[in-house]
T-cell receptor, first 109, second 113 residues
Framework: GQNIDQPTEMTATEGAIVQINCTYQTSGFNGLFWYQQHAGEAPTFLSYNVLDGLEEKGRFSSFLSRSKGYSYLLLKELQMKDSASYLCAVRDSNYQLIWGAGTKLIIKP | IAGITQAPTSQILAAGRRMTLRCTQDMRHNAMYWYRQDLGLGLRLIHYSNTAGTTGKGEVPDGYSVSRANTDDFPLTLASAVPSQTSVYFC????????????FGPGTRLLVL
């Protein structure tokens, strides 16, 4: 079966750095996405990785290792507004997105 | 404002009733999707459409139907609602080019009693 694993919840301090991990087992791989979802709102796109390595976009970076079936999202200089759920999704061989359950990130002052 | 709209925002529905959730996008995206999101689970694909006139079944299609008469609209119909269909429903679209990032509507919160 297809599976995306992420931690259920993480807590971090304002101004710090946090790494959210995602491991996957899917039938084929055609890219990995990270989305942010604030409570009661729609998911919004953060990053896309299809090749191994690190993609940096401001305070957010995303890393991919296809051989290990592993990705992480790195958030730097955490702000209170970063409190949200972070969703990992993999596009499989049918070009459909398989979604993880999401990681709820709690930022404390 | 470009984007995806969904209606209604929320709804309480008696079991056995028929309900259509509406979704409209103005980005001229080819592909559209319907997901449901339940606590503790990832987004699950109900139905999708790669282009106007075509539809396909996702992971959890039973009890739902869709149509894609034109590029902009992708309604989701529950023929006879059951309590297990209580969920938050998100419509999404993608342009079908490059990374095919999906863009989401604001969601419809449905409670079936």
């Amino acid at each position: 079966g297809q599976n995306i694993d992420q931690p259920t919840e993480m807590t971090a301090t304002e101004g710090a750095i946090v790494q959210i991990n995602c491991t996957y087992q899917t039938s084929g791989f055609n890219g990995l996405f990270w989305y942010q979802q604030h409570a009661g709102e729609a998911p919004t796109f953060l990053s896309y990785n299809v090749l191994d390595g690190l993609e940096e976009k401001g305070r957010f970076s995303s890393f991919l290792s296809r051989s290990k079936g592993y990705s992480y999202l790195l958030l730097k200089e955490l702000q209170m507004k970063d409190s949200a759920s972070y969703l990992c999704a993999v596009r499989d061989s049918n070009y459909q997105l398989i979604w993880g359950a999401g990681t709820k990130l709690i930022i404390k002052p | 404002i470009a984007g995806i709209t969904q209606a209604p925002t929320s709804q309480i529905l008696a079991a056995g009733r028929r309900m259509t959730l509406r979704c409209t996008q103005d980005m001229r995206h080819n592909a559209m999707y319907w997901y449901r999101q339940d606590l503790g689970l990832g987004l699950r694909l109900i139905h999708y459409s790669n282009t106007a006139g075509t539809t396909g079944k996702g992971e959890v299609p039973d009890g739902y139907s869709v149509s894609r008469a034109n590029t902009d609209d992708f309604p989701l119909t529950l023929a006879s609602a059951v309590p297990s269909q209580t969920s938050v429903y998100f419509c999404a679209s993608s342009d079908g080019e490059g990374s095919e990032t999906q863009y989401f509507g604001p969601g419809t919160r449905l409670l079936v009693l």
